[in-house]
Protein backbone atom coordinates (compact mmCIF):
# COMPACT_ATOMS: atom_id res chain seq x y z
CA UNK A 1 0.00 0.00 0.00
CA UNK A 2 2.98 2.52 0.94
CA UNK A 3 4.29 1.72 -1.96
CA UNK A 4 1.68 1.95 -4.12
CA UNK A 5 1.53 5.82 -2.65
CA UNK A 6 5.27 6.66 -3.03
CA UNK A 7 5.05 5.50 -6.80
CA UNK A 8 1.93 7.29 -7.56
CA UNK A 9 3.32 10.28 -5.58
CA UNK A 10 7.15 9.62 -7.21
CA UNK A 11 5.11 9.73 -11.02
CA UNK A 12 3.06 13.17 -9.93
CA UNK A 13 6.54 14.78 -8.95
CA UNK A 14 8.10 13.52 -12.12
CA UNK A 15 5.05 14.00 -14.69
CA UNK A 16 8.13 13.25 -17.57
CA UNK A 17 7.81 10.01 -16.79
CA UNK A 18 4.99 7.93 -19.06
CA UNK A 19 3.44 10.46 -19.69
CA UNK A 20 1.55 11.53 -22.70
CA UNK A 21 2.59 15.01 -22.72
CA UNK A 22 6.16 14.12 -22.68
CA UNK A 23 5.81 11.83 -25.54
CA UNK A 24 4.17 14.72 -27.53
CA UNK A 25 7.32 17.14 -26.86
CA UNK A 26 9.10 14.58 -28.22
CA UNK A 27 7.68 15.19 -30.97
CA UNK A 28 7.56 18.74 -31.53
CA UNK A 29 10.84 18.90 -30.58
CA UNK A 30 12.09 15.97 -33.13
CA UNK A 31 9.53 17.77 -35.61
CA UNK A 32 11.24 21.14 -35.35
CA UNK A 33 14.28 19.74 -36.14
CA UNK A 34 13.26 18.29 -39.42
CA UNK A 35 12.00 21.57 -39.98
CA UNK A 36 15.16 23.70 -38.91
CA UNK A 37 17.60 20.87 -41.45
CA UNK A 38 15.41 21.11 -44.49
CA UNK A 39 15.35 24.99 -44.35
CA UNK A 40 18.98 24.78 -43.78
CA UNK A 41 19.13 22.70 -46.87
CA UNK A 42 17.12 25.25 -48.55
CA UNK A 43 19.95 28.01 -47.87
CA UNK A 44 22.68 25.87 -48.70
CA UNK A 45 21.87 24.77 -51.93
CA UNK A 46 19.78 28.37 -52.68
CA UNK A 47 16.94 25.90 -53.90
CA UNK A 48 13.01 27.36 -53.45
CA UNK A 49 10.56 26.75 -52.74
CA UNK A 50 11.03 25.99 -48.54
CA UNK A 51 8.71 23.25 -48.17
CA UNK A 52 6.68 24.94 -45.65
CA UNK A 53 6.11 28.12 -47.89
CA UNK A 54 5.15 25.57 -50.66
CA UNK A 55 2.76 24.12 -48.39
CA UNK A 56 1.10 27.78 -47.02
CA UNK A 57 1.16 28.14 -51.08
CA UNK A 58 -1.19 25.25 -51.07
CA UNK A 59 -3.38 25.93 -48.52
CA UNK A 60 -3.66 29.20 -50.30
CA UNK A 61 -4.72 27.83 -53.65
CA UNK A 62 -7.08 24.99 -52.13
CA UNK A 63 -8.98 27.82 -49.96
CA UNK A 64 -12.73 28.34 -51.06
CA UNK A 65 -12.64 31.47 -53.09
CA UNK A 66 -15.38 32.83 -50.16
CA UNK A 67 -12.57 32.14 -47.74
CA UNK A 68 -10.02 33.58 -49.78
CA UNK A 69 -12.13 36.73 -50.39
CA UNK A 70 -13.03 37.08 -46.52
CA UNK A 71 -9.46 37.38 -46.01
CA UNK A 72 -8.74 39.48 -48.17
CA UNK A 73 -11.09 42.17 -47.06
CA UNK A 74 -11.35 41.86 -43.34
CA UNK A 75 -7.92 40.50 -42.79
CA UNK A 76 -5.84 42.23 -45.44
CA UNK A 77 -2.59 42.60 -44.53
CA UNK A 78 -2.57 40.16 -41.62
CA UNK A 79 -4.01 37.14 -43.97
CA UNK A 80 -0.79 35.95 -44.81
CA UNK A 81 0.86 35.94 -41.02
CA UNK A 82 -2.56 34.72 -40.12
CA UNK A 83 -2.50 31.52 -42.07
CA UNK A 84 1.03 31.02 -41.63
CA UNK A 85 0.36 31.23 -37.65
CA UNK A 86 -2.35 29.07 -38.60
CA UNK A 87 -0.84 25.97 -40.97
CA UNK A 88 2.21 26.00 -38.38
CA UNK A 89 0.23 25.31 -35.09
CA UNK A 90 -1.61 22.56 -36.89
CA UNK A 91 1.82 21.58 -38.15
CA UNK A 92 3.11 21.36 -34.40
CA UNK A 93 -0.32 19.85 -33.28
CA UNK A 94 0.59 17.27 -35.96
CA UNK A 95 4.21 16.49 -34.37
CA UNK A 96 2.58 16.21 -30.81
CA UNK A 97 0.24 13.75 -32.43
CA UNK A 98 3.29 11.90 -33.99
CA UNK A 99 4.72 11.63 -30.82
CA UNK A 100 2.21 10.03 -28.77
CA UNK A 101 1.73 7.58 -31.50
CA UNK A 102 5.24 6.91 -31.12
CA UNK A 103 4.74 5.61 -27.63
CA UNK A 104 2.88 2.72 -29.07
CA UNK A 105 5.60 2.06 -31.47
CA UNK A 106 7.69 4.21 -33.30
CA UNK A 107 7.37 2.48 -36.82
CA UNK A 108 3.67 4.67 -36.22
CA UNK A 109 5.42 7.63 -35.54
CA UNK A 110 7.96 7.27 -38.76
CA UNK A 111 4.56 6.65 -40.88
CA UNK A 112 3.18 10.11 -39.53
CA UNK A 113 6.29 11.89 -40.53
CA UNK A 114 6.21 10.03 -44.02
CA UNK A 115 2.65 11.91 -44.11
CA UNK A 116 4.18 15.47 -43.87
CA UNK A 117 6.80 14.59 -45.94
CA UNK A 118 4.50 13.29 -48.27
CA UNK A 119 2.43 16.78 -47.92
CA UNK A 120 5.38 18.73 -48.38
CA UNK A 121 6.90 17.11 -51.09
CA UNK A 122 3.80 17.07 -53.15
CA UNK A 123 3.49 21.33 -52.39
CA UNK A 124 7.10 21.56 -53.62
CA UNK A 125 5.84 19.91 -56.80
CA UNK A 126 3.02 21.64 -57.28
CA UNK A 127 5.01 24.86 -57.70
CA UNK A 128 5.65 26.45 -60.44
CA UNK A 129 8.64 25.46 -62.04
CA UNK A 130 9.84 22.72 -59.78
CA UNK A 131 12.23 20.10 -60.70
CA UNK A 132 12.62 16.94 -58.45
CA UNK A 133 15.99 17.56 -57.22
CA UNK A 134 13.59 20.69 -55.44
CA UNK A 135 12.82 17.78 -53.30
CA UNK A 136 16.20 17.35 -51.59
CA UNK A 137 14.86 19.65 -48.54
CA UNK A 138 11.73 17.16 -48.24
CA UNK A 139 14.36 14.18 -48.04
CA UNK A 140 16.91 15.57 -45.89
CA UNK A 141 13.95 16.82 -43.19
CA UNK A 142 12.22 13.35 -43.42
CA UNK A 143 15.66 11.62 -42.42
CA UNK A 144 16.12 14.10 -39.61
CA UNK A 145 12.51 13.33 -38.23
CA UNK A 146 13.51 9.27 -38.65
CA UNK A 147 16.85 9.15 -36.94
CA UNK A 148 15.93 11.92 -33.91
CA UNK A 149 12.77 10.17 -32.84
CA UNK A 150 14.51 6.81 -33.12
CA UNK A 151 16.78 8.57 -30.65
CA UNK A 152 15.06 10.37 -28.61
CA UNK A 153 11.96 7.43 -28.32
CA UNK A 154 14.65 4.27 -27.22
CA UNK A 155 15.66 6.92 -24.54
CA UNK A 156 12.19 7.51 -23.55
CA UNK A 157 11.09 4.16 -23.47
CA UNK A 158 13.67 3.34 -21.28
CA UNK A 159 12.60 6.19 -19.40
CA UNK A 160 9.37 5.07 -18.66
CA UNK A 161 10.13 1.43 -18.44
CA UNK A 162 12.06 2.29 -15.43
CA UNK A 163 9.66 4.61 -13.83
CA UNK A 164 6.63 2.40 -14.30
CA UNK A 165 8.37 -0.26 -12.56
CA UNK A 166 10.60 1.21 -9.80
CA UNK A 167 11.01 4.59 -9.86
CA UNK A 168 13.44 4.56 -6.46
CA UNK A 169 16.21 2.60 -8.80
CA UNK A 170 19.06 4.66 -9.32
CA UNK A 171 18.26 4.03 -13.33
CA UNK A 172 15.50 6.10 -13.22
CA UNK A 173 17.85 9.56 -12.47
CA UNK A 174 20.36 7.63 -15.39
CA UNK A 175 17.76 6.99 -17.92
CA UNK A 176 16.24 10.63 -17.52
CA UNK A 177 19.24 12.56 -18.08
CA UNK A 178 19.49 9.99 -21.18
CA UNK A 179 16.41 11.10 -22.52
CA UNK A 180 16.70 14.51 -21.90
CA UNK A 181 19.94 14.52 -23.28
CA UNK A 182 18.65 13.18 -26.27
CA UNK A 183 15.75 15.88 -25.92
CA UNK A 184 18.45 18.72 -25.84
CA UNK A 185 20.68 17.27 -28.72
CA UNK A 186 18.15 17.58 -31.34
CA UNK A 187 16.57 21.06 -29.80
CA UNK A 188 20.28 22.32 -30.21
CA UNK A 189 20.72 20.74 -33.44
CA UNK A 190 17.80 22.77 -34.69
CA UNK A 191 18.91 26.04 -33.31
CA UNK A 192 22.26 25.30 -34.75
CA UNK A 193 20.53 24.61 -37.99
CA UNK A 194 18.22 27.50 -37.82
CA UNK A 195 20.67 29.97 -37.34
CA UNK A 196 23.40 28.38 -39.45
CA UNK A 197 20.43 28.43 -42.13
CA UNK A 198 19.48 32.44 -41.60
CA UNK A 199 22.65 33.96 -40.91
CA UNK A 200 26.07 32.35 -42.28
CA UNK A 201 24.61 31.46 -45.76
CA UNK A 202 24.75 34.23 -48.39
CA UNK A 203 21.40 33.45 -50.01
CA UNK A 204 19.90 35.14 -53.38
CA UNK A 205 18.54 37.99 -51.55
CA UNK A 206 21.87 39.63 -50.70
CA UNK A 207 22.78 39.16 -54.08
CA UNK A 208 19.43 40.62 -55.73
CA UNK A 209 20.18 43.70 -53.04
CA UNK A 210 23.84 44.07 -54.27
CA UNK A 211 22.21 43.74 -58.27
CA UNK A 212 19.81 45.92 -57.91
CA UNK A 213 22.02 48.71 -56.54
CA UNK A 214 25.01 48.40 -58.65
CA UNK A 215 22.37 48.56 -61.53
CA UNK A 216 22.21 51.73 -64.01
CA UNK A 217 19.26 51.77 -65.90
CA UNK A 218 18.92 54.99 -68.38
CA UNK A 219 15.46 55.65 -66.32
CA UNK A 220 15.27 59.63 -64.90
CA UNK A 221 14.59 60.82 -61.15
CA UNK A 222 11.16 61.98 -60.96
CA UNK A 223 10.41 65.75 -60.96
CA UNK A 224 6.69 65.97 -59.26
CA UNK A 225 5.03 68.84 -62.04
CA UNK A 226 4.48 72.06 -60.96
CA UNK A 227 1.52 72.66 -59.97
CA UNK A 228 0.50 68.66 -59.61
CA UNK A 229 0.74 69.61 -55.48
CA UNK A 230 -0.82 71.63 -53.20
CA UNK A 231 1.44 70.68 -50.07
CA UNK A 232 -1.48 70.45 -47.31
CA UNK A 233 -0.40 68.98 -44.09
CA UNK A 234 -1.76 65.44 -43.26
CA UNK A 235 -2.61 64.79 -47.23
CA UNK A 236 -0.72 62.05 -49.14
CA UNK A 237 2.36 63.34 -51.19
CA UNK A 238 1.10 63.40 -54.77
CA UNK A 239 3.93 61.23 -55.79
CA UNK A 240 4.13 58.35 -53.62
CA UNK A 241 7.06 57.31 -52.31
CA UNK A 242 8.27 53.13 -53.21
CA UNK A 243 8.51 52.10 -49.55
CA UNK A 244 4.91 53.98 -48.78
CA UNK A 245 3.07 52.12 -51.72
CA UNK A 246 0.72 50.18 -50.83
CA UNK A 247 1.92 45.96 -51.64
CA UNK A 248 -0.97 43.59 -52.48
CA UNK A 249 0.15 39.89 -53.77
CA UNK A 250 -0.41 36.16 -52.91
CA UNK A 251 3.08 35.51 -52.35
CA UNK A 252 4.44 33.84 -49.08
CA UNK A 253 7.36 34.06 -50.67
CA UNK A 254 8.30 36.83 -52.97
CA UNK A 255 10.66 35.45 -56.13
CA UNK A 256 13.79 36.59 -56.21
CA UNK A 257 14.71 36.86 -59.80
CA UNK A 258 18.26 38.50 -60.69
CA UNK A 259 17.96 40.26 -63.96
CA UNK A 260 19.87 37.66 -66.05
CA UNK A 261 17.54 34.87 -64.97
CA UNK A 262 14.79 36.67 -66.09
CA UNK A 263 12.47 36.59 -69.42
CA UNK A 264 9.44 37.10 -70.68
CA UNK A 265 7.77 34.35 -73.22
CA UNK A 266 5.03 35.93 -75.62
CA UNK A 267 2.89 32.56 -77.27
CA UNK A 268 0.08 31.24 -78.01
CA UNK A 269 -2.15 32.86 -80.75
CA UNK A 270 0.65 35.01 -82.30
CA UNK A 271 2.71 34.47 -86.10
CA UNK A 272 6.25 34.23 -84.32
CA UNK A 273 7.00 33.06 -80.40
CA UNK A 274 9.25 35.84 -78.75
CA UNK A 275 11.55 35.30 -76.07
CA UNK A 276 12.58 38.34 -74.19
CA UNK A 277 15.87 39.15 -71.82
CA UNK A 278 16.09 41.73 -69.44
CA UNK A 279 19.58 42.48 -71.38
CA UNK A 280 16.99 42.95 -74.52
CA UNK A 281 14.44 45.29 -72.48
CA UNK A 282 17.28 47.74 -71.87
CA UNK A 283 18.53 47.76 -75.50
CA UNK A 284 15.11 48.84 -76.04
CA UNK A 285 14.24 52.69 -75.78
CA UNK A 286 12.50 52.87 -72.00
CA UNK A 287 9.30 55.02 -71.92
CA UNK A 288 8.44 57.07 -68.68
CA UNK A 289 5.22 57.97 -67.14
CA UNK A 290 3.17 59.20 -64.06
CA UNK A 291 0.44 56.38 -63.60
CA UNK A 292 -1.45 55.82 -60.16
CA UNK A 293 -2.10 52.22 -59.57
CA UNK A 294 -4.84 50.38 -57.49
CA UNK A 295 -6.36 47.76 -55.84
CA UNK A 296 -9.83 46.62 -56.84
CA UNK A 297 -10.13 45.75 -53.20
CA UNK A 298 -9.32 49.39 -51.95
CA UNK A 299 -12.78 50.31 -50.32
CA UNK A 300 -14.29 53.75 -50.60
CA UNK A 301 -11.40 56.16 -48.72
CA UNK A 302 -9.21 53.47 -48.86
CA UNK A 303 -5.22 53.46 -49.07
CA UNK A 304 -4.91 50.68 -51.56
CA UNK A 305 -3.57 53.30 -54.32
CA UNK A 306 -0.26 55.02 -55.24
CA UNK A 307 1.28 56.91 -57.74
CA UNK A 308 4.53 56.65 -59.43
CA UNK A 309 7.18 57.53 -62.15
CA UNK A 310 7.23 54.33 -63.90
CA UNK A 311 9.68 53.62 -66.25
CA UNK A 312 9.46 50.65 -69.35
CA UNK A 313 9.27 49.43 -72.39
CA UNK A 314 5.52 49.47 -74.09
CA UNK A 315 4.32 46.64 -74.76
CA UNK A 316 2.48 47.84 -77.91
CA UNK A 317 5.89 47.49 -80.36
CA UNK A 318 6.30 44.16 -78.62
CA UNK A 319 2.89 42.43 -79.51
CA UNK A 320 3.09 43.91 -82.95
CA UNK A 321 6.61 42.03 -83.80
CA UNK A 322 4.70 38.96 -82.27
CA UNK A 323 1.93 39.35 -84.57
CA UNK A 324 -1.05 38.86 -82.42
CA UNK A 325 -4.24 37.12 -84.13
CA UNK A 326 -6.99 39.01 -84.85
CA UNK A 327 -8.37 36.27 -82.59
CA UNK A 328 -7.43 36.92 -80.09
CA UNK A 329 -8.77 39.82 -77.43
CA UNK A 330 -7.05 38.73 -73.83
CA UNK A 331 -3.55 38.03 -72.74
CA UNK A 332 -3.21 35.42 -69.66
CA UNK A 333 -0.21 36.70 -67.79
CA UNK A 334 1.77 34.48 -65.42
CA UNK A 335 4.31 35.14 -62.93
CA UNK A 336 6.97 33.47 -61.98
CA UNK A 337 5.19 32.10 -58.88
CA UNK A 338 1.95 30.86 -60.69
CA UNK A 339 0.01 34.03 -59.95
CA UNK A 340 -1.68 34.57 -63.52
CA UNK A 341 -4.11 37.41 -64.18
CA UNK A 342 -5.77 37.72 -67.63
CA UNK A 343 -5.61 41.55 -69.24
CA UNK A 344 -7.65 42.59 -72.62
CA UNK A 345 -5.20 42.41 -75.24
CA UNK A 346 -6.86 45.40 -76.74
CA UNK A 347 -5.71 47.44 -73.67
CA UNK A 348 -1.87 46.32 -74.15
CA UNK A 349 -1.88 47.12 -77.88
CA UNK A 350 -3.12 50.39 -77.91
CA UNK A 351 -0.23 52.42 -78.46
CA UNK A 352 -1.92 55.80 -76.37
CA UNK A 353 -2.53 53.65 -73.53
CA UNK A 354 0.58 52.95 -72.61
CA UNK A 355 0.81 49.76 -71.40
CA UNK A 356 4.29 48.99 -70.26
CA UNK A 357 7.13 46.36 -69.07
CA UNK A 358 7.71 48.39 -66.01
CA UNK A 359 11.80 47.98 -64.84
CA UNK A 360 11.63 51.07 -63.06
CA UNK A 361 9.35 53.18 -59.89
CA UNK A 362 10.53 56.69 -58.93
CA UNK A 363 13.54 56.50 -61.01
CA UNK A 364 15.07 53.05 -59.65
CA UNK A 365 14.78 49.48 -59.98
CA UNK A 366 11.91 47.95 -58.87
CA UNK A 367 12.53 46.67 -55.08
CA UNK A 368 12.01 42.70 -55.20
CA UNK A 369 8.13 43.95 -53.30
CA UNK A 370 7.18 45.21 -56.38
CA UNK A 371 8.08 42.89 -59.31
CA UNK A 372 11.69 42.61 -59.46
CA UNK A 373 13.37 43.04 -62.15
CA UNK A 374 10.37 43.09 -64.40
CA UNK A 375 5.95 43.90 -63.85
CA UNK A 376 3.62 44.73 -66.24
CA UNK A 377 1.59 48.11 -66.01
CA UNK A 378 -1.50 49.13 -68.09
CA UNK A 379 -2.76 52.47 -67.19
CA UNK A 380 -6.55 52.69 -66.13
CA UNK A 381 -6.79 49.06 -65.43
CA UNK A 382 -7.05 47.51 -61.49
CA UNK A 383 -3.83 45.80 -60.64
CA UNK A 384 -5.54 42.45 -60.32
CA UNK A 385 -6.37 41.69 -63.86
CA UNK A 386 -2.93 43.71 -65.45
CA UNK A 387 0.17 44.80 -62.99
CA UNK A 388 1.64 41.46 -62.83
CA UNK A 389 4.98 41.27 -60.54
CA UNK A 390 7.60 38.92 -61.79
CA UNK A 391 5.80 38.52 -65.10
CA UNK A 392 7.44 35.86 -67.26
CA UNK A 393 5.03 34.30 -69.50
CA UNK A 394 2.10 36.04 -72.17
CA UNK A 395 -0.21 34.02 -73.55
CA UNK A 396 -2.03 35.50 -76.00
CA UNK A 397 -5.60 33.76 -75.82
CA UNK A 398 -8.94 34.25 -75.70
CA UNK A 399 -11.32 35.51 -72.33
CA UNK A 400 -13.15 32.43 -73.41
CA UNK A 401 -10.48 29.98 -72.77
CA UNK A 402 -8.99 30.08 -69.58
CA UNK A 403 -10.00 31.66 -65.89
CA UNK A 404 -7.30 33.34 -63.99
CA UNK A 405 -6.50 33.03 -60.24
CA UNK A 406 -8.94 36.18 -58.98
CA UNK A 407 -11.26 35.29 -61.66
CA UNK A 408 -11.62 31.62 -60.29
CA UNK A 409 -12.35 33.37 -56.86
CA UNK A 410 -15.80 35.52 -58.25
CA UNK A 411 -14.22 38.44 -59.41
CA UNK A 412 -14.93 40.28 -62.60
CA UNK A 413 -13.00 39.15 -65.66
CA UNK A 414 -12.71 42.92 -67.22
CA UNK A 415 -11.33 45.30 -64.36
CA UNK A 416 -11.04 49.12 -65.48
CA UNK A 417 -10.66 51.27 -62.80
CA UNK A 418 -13.59 53.55 -61.67
CA UNK A 419 -14.07 56.76 -60.95
CA UNK A 420 -12.99 57.79 -57.10
CA UNK A 421 -12.45 60.22 -54.92
CA UNK A 422 -10.88 60.28 -51.26
CA UNK A 423 -10.94 62.73 -48.25
CA UNK A 424 -7.13 62.99 -46.54
CA UNK A 425 -7.63 65.83 -44.51
CA UNK A 426 -9.23 66.70 -41.80
CA UNK A 427 -8.81 62.87 -39.98
CA UNK A 428 -12.30 61.51 -40.10
CA UNK A 429 -13.36 62.58 -36.14
CA UNK A 430 -10.79 65.33 -35.90
CA UNK A 431 -11.11 68.05 -33.29
CA UNK A 432 -9.95 71.16 -35.55
CA UNK A 433 -9.51 74.83 -33.68
CA UNK A 434 -12.00 77.37 -34.52
CA UNK A 435 -11.15 79.29 -38.22
CA UNK A 436 -10.34 78.07 -41.59
CA UNK A 437 -10.46 74.55 -42.40
CA UNK A 438 -8.37 72.92 -45.08
CA UNK A 439 -10.46 69.72 -46.37
CA UNK A 440 -8.23 68.36 -49.13
CA UNK A 441 -7.47 64.38 -50.81
CA UNK A 442 -7.07 63.43 -54.21
CA UNK A 443 -9.31 62.15 -57.06
CA UNK A 444 -8.79 59.56 -59.84
CA UNK A 445 -9.83 58.15 -62.91
CA UNK A 446 -6.91 56.32 -64.98
CA UNK A 447 -7.19 57.16 -68.33
CA UNK A 448 -10.33 59.03 -68.86
CA UNK A 449 -9.16 61.58 -66.05
CA UNK A 450 -10.45 63.91 -63.85
CA UNK A 451 -12.16 67.26 -64.75
CA UNK A 452 -13.21 68.34 -61.14
CA UNK A 453 -14.26 67.64 -57.53
CA UNK A 454 -17.04 69.08 -55.44
CA UNK A 455 -17.63 68.81 -51.70
CA UNK A 456 -21.03 69.13 -50.07
CA UNK A 457 -20.90 69.83 -46.49
CA UNK A 458 -23.20 68.78 -43.87
CA UNK A 459 -25.79 67.59 -46.22
CA UNK A 460 -25.55 70.84 -48.41
CA UNK A 461 -25.23 71.74 -52.01
CA UNK A 462 -22.44 70.57 -53.79
CA UNK A 463 -19.45 73.02 -54.23
CA UNK A 464 -16.31 72.93 -56.27
CA UNK A 465 -13.19 72.03 -54.71
CA UNK A 466 -9.90 73.37 -55.82
CA UNK A 467 -7.87 71.07 -58.47
CA UNK A 468 -4.14 70.67 -59.35
CA UNK A 469 -2.73 70.74 -62.37
CA UNK A 470 -2.45 66.66 -63.67
CA UNK A 471 0.05 65.65 -66.21
CA UNK A 472 -1.68 63.39 -67.59
CA UNK A 473 -5.11 61.36 -67.61
CA UNK A 474 -3.38 58.17 -66.01
CA UNK A 475 -2.33 59.88 -62.50
CA UNK A 476 -4.61 61.02 -59.42
CA UNK A 477 -5.45 64.73 -58.87
CA UNK A 478 -4.85 66.99 -55.88
CA UNK A 479 -7.77 68.87 -54.65
CA UNK A 480 -8.42 70.92 -52.00
CA UNK A 481 -11.25 73.26 -50.00
CA UNK A 482 -11.26 76.02 -47.31
CA UNK A 483 -13.84 76.07 -45.42
CA UNK A 484 -15.29 78.99 -43.21
CA UNK A 485 -17.33 77.00 -40.50
CA UNK A 486 -19.65 77.68 -37.01
CA UNK A 487 -17.91 75.65 -34.16
CA UNK A 488 -19.41 72.15 -33.88
CA UNK A 489 -19.76 69.16 -35.79
CA UNK A 490 -19.51 68.86 -39.58
CA UNK A 491 -19.54 66.03 -41.95
CA UNK A 492 -18.07 66.81 -45.49
CA UNK A 493 -18.47 64.12 -48.54
CA UNK A 494 -16.45 64.40 -51.84
CA UNK A 495 -17.23 63.94 -55.68
CA UNK A 496 -15.41 63.40 -59.00
CA UNK A 497 -16.09 64.45 -62.31
CA UNK A 498 -14.23 63.00 -65.18
CA UNK A 499 -13.23 63.92 -68.24
CA UNK A 500 -15.97 62.11 -70.21
CA UNK A 501 -18.23 64.30 -68.39
CA UNK A 502 -19.47 61.79 -66.16
CA UNK A 503 -20.34 62.07 -62.58
CA UNK A 504 -19.02 60.05 -59.73
CA UNK A 505 -22.07 57.86 -58.58
CA UNK A 506 -23.21 57.47 -55.15
CA UNK A 507 -24.51 54.20 -55.35
CA UNK A 508 -22.65 52.52 -52.37
CA UNK A 509 -21.08 48.58 -53.83
CA UNK A 510 -18.73 46.53 -52.04
CA UNK A 511 -15.12 45.94 -53.42
CA UNK A 512 -16.37 42.36 -55.06
CA UNK A 513 -16.55 41.33 -58.25
CA UNK A 514 -15.72 44.56 -59.86
CA UNK A 515 -14.49 48.02 -57.37
CA UNK A 516 -16.44 50.12 -54.99
CA UNK A 517 -18.39 52.87 -55.46
CA UNK A 518 -19.84 55.36 -53.34
CA UNK A 519 -18.93 59.00 -51.70
CA UNK A 520 -15.85 59.00 -49.37
CA UNK A 521 -17.46 61.37 -46.47
CA UNK A 522 -15.76 62.40 -43.14
CA UNK A 523 -17.02 63.96 -39.78
CA UNK A 524 -14.95 66.44 -37.60
CA UNK A 525 -15.47 69.38 -35.12
CA UNK A 526 -15.01 72.37 -35.30
CA UNK A 527 -13.84 74.80 -31.92
N1 LIG B 1 2.78 38.05 -59.16
C1 LIG B 1 1.77 38.77 -58.70
N2 LIG B 1 1.51 39.97 -59.25
C2 LIG B 1 0.48 40.72 -58.80
C3 LIG B 1 -0.34 40.26 -57.75
C4 LIG B 1 -0.04 39.00 -57.18
O1 LIG B 1 -0.71 38.51 -56.26
N3 LIG B 1 1.02 38.28 -57.67
N4 LIG B 1 -1.35 41.06 -57.28
C5 LIG B 1 -1.86 42.10 -58.18
C6 LIG B 1 -2.69 43.05 -57.48
S1 LIG B 1 -4.19 42.49 -56.93
C7 LIG B 1 -2.33 44.37 -57.33
S2 LIG B 1 -3.43 45.49 -56.73
C8 LIG B 1 -0.99 44.84 -57.72
C9 LIG B 1 -0.30 45.53 -56.57
O2 LIG B 1 1.00 45.91 -56.92
P1 LIG B 1 1.99 46.44 -55.81
O3 LIG B 1 2.09 45.40 -54.75
O4 LIG B 1 3.28 46.72 -56.51
O5 LIG B 1 1.37 47.71 -55.27
O6 LIG B 1 -0.16 43.77 -58.14
C10 LIG B 1 -0.78 42.82 -58.95
N5 LIG B 1 0.24 41.92 -59.40
MO1 LIG C 1 -5.37 44.27 -56.21
Given at each position: ?421 RIEVPANGADLPAGTVVVAGHAWHQHTGIRGVEIAVDGGAW ?65
Amino acid sequence: MTDQVSLEKSSAATPAAGGRATWALAGIVVGLAGLATSYLTVRLFDLEPQPVVAVLDRVRDLAPGDVANWARENLGKASKPITTVATLAILFAVFGAIGRLGRRHSGFAVLGFAALAVIGGASVLGENGTKTTDLLPVVVGFVTWGLAFGAVATRLERFDEIAATDPLDPAYDTSRRGFLMAVGVVAGLAGLSGVIGRFAVGGRVPRLNQERRLLRLSATTPVVPEGARFDVVGAQPWMTRVDDFYLIDTSFSRPVILAEEWSLRIHGMVEKELTITYADLLERELTEQWVTLNCVSNEVGGDLIGNAWWSGVLLAPLLAEAGVSPEADAVLQTSSDGWNCGTPLAALTDPERGAMLAVAMNGEPLTREHGYPVRTLVPGLYGYVSATKWVVDFEVTRFSDFSAYWTDRGWSELGPVKMASRIEVPANGADLPAGTVVVAGHAWHQHTGIRGVEIAVDGGAWQPAELAESPTIDSWVQWKALLELPAGEHAVKVRAIDLAGEVQTGAVAGVLPDGSTGWHQIGFRVG
